[in-house]
């Protein structure tokens, strides 16, 4: 069966932990690739899946289920006296997890 989308998933690297193993334990295909980028500077995770019209749905639900947002702490240093002045740490609240999902239709397919 010839895919007919291309799915470009981009998350934390974190969720494409659970990610991945989702996709495998459902036997879907893809290509995972290092990438960076952010607001906090972590490192994401791209992956490629290409996939028929009737599993595509499936995918996206797959997607959403391993890499929802969620609110977590962090320590950051704040500073005192702004601008110069003696940092204290303070924990502030992030929202971490989600992705972005691009989807393309292909128009050729070839496996070589």
Known sequence: MKPTFLL???VR??????????????????TKLASTGGFLREGNTTILIGIDE???EEVVQIIRSQCER????????????????PYVPQQVKVVRGGGVLF????????RF
């Open 8 to 10: 470009i998933c981009v």
């Open 54 to 56: 009737s599993r595509r």
């Open 70 to 85: 969620r609110e977590e702490i962090i320590e950051s240093a704040i500073p005192v006296n702004e601008p110069i002045g």
């Open 103 to 110: 989807e393309v239709p292909i128009e050729r397919y070839e």
């Open 13 to 30: 690297d974190q969720d494409a932990i659970r990610l991945v193993d989702a996709l495998r334990e459902k036997q879907i295909s893809f």
